[in-house]
Every structure is written in structure tokens, then in C-alpha cells.
């Protein structure tokens, strides 16, 4: 299951995480955004030990979509001990996602 981030609670969810955080930035109105999810729902059955995945919808958000500079969408951020350690854009494929998590891990 994904988990829901908003400002109120992104800093306990995401920077105070003891596991890495996948950060999904999207908008209901994203079409690559909804092609993505149902890829992001099953990488957070399949890897629910070892990493949160979580999504943030900007235009609810905007505050934090402008600290972390996500200017398109979506944008995945990957969070590790509070800091973001790496980001990717744009609608992937399940292994890219995977590939991308891992090298974080």
C-alpha cells in the first residue's frame, strides 16, 4: 500500500524514516502519474521491508514540491536518513523502478 503524504506529515513519514523513502510527486490531473501507480502499488507489497513508497499530491502540496524543485511530473525522489539521495522523472518501466531503489539501498 502507498502511503499518503502531506505537509503535515512528510517530515515523521519521510525525514524522520529509519527505512529509505521512495517519494512519488504527482497530481491527479498527470496521466504518466496514474500509469505509474498500479507499477508503485506492487513494488510497495513486494518491498514493504525494505523501503516506503509513498505519493504527494503537489497541487495540495505545492510548499513542498517547490523545496525539493520538482518542476515536472512525475518526479521520484528517493529519501535516506532525512536527505534525499537520488531522483529520476518520468513514467518507468517496473525494473527501472526497481533498479533505481536498489543502487540506493
Known amino acids: 500500500m502507498l502511503t499518503q503524504l502531506t505537509s503535515e506529515n512528510f517530515e515523521t513519514e519521510v525525514l524522520n524514516n529509519e527505512m529509505p523513502v521512495l517519494?512519488?510527486?504527482?497530481?491527479?490531473?498527470?496521466?504518466?502519474?496514474k500509469m505509474v501507480k498500479p507499477v508503485l502499488e506492487?513494488?510497495?507489497?513486494?518491498?514493504?521491508?525494505?523501503?516506503?513508497?509513498?505519493?504527494?499530491?503537489?497541487?495540495?502540496?505545492q510548499e513542498l514540491a517547490y523545496r525539493y524543485q520538482v518542476s515536472?511530473?512525475?518526479?521520484?525522489?528517493?529519501?535516506?536518513n532525512g536527505q534525499?539521495?537520488?531522483r529520476m522523472m518520468g513514467a518507468m518501466p517496473k525494473s527501472a523502478f526497481?533498479?533505481?531503489?536498489?543502487?540506493?539501498?
Do not use: Y
Open 23 to 33: 517519494v512519488d510527486f504527482w497530481a491527479k490531473w498527470c496521466g504518466p502519474c
Open 42 to 61: 506492487e513494488l510497495a507489497d513486494e518491498m514493504g521491508g525494505t523501503v516506503v513508497i509513498a505519493q504527494l499530491d503537489i497541487d495540495e502540496n
Open 72 to 80: 515536472s511530473i512525475p518526479t521520484f525522489i528517493l529519501f535516506k
Open 84 to 86: 534525499m539521495a537520488d
Open 98 to 105: 526497481q533498479s533505481f531503489i536498489e543502487r540506493n539501498l
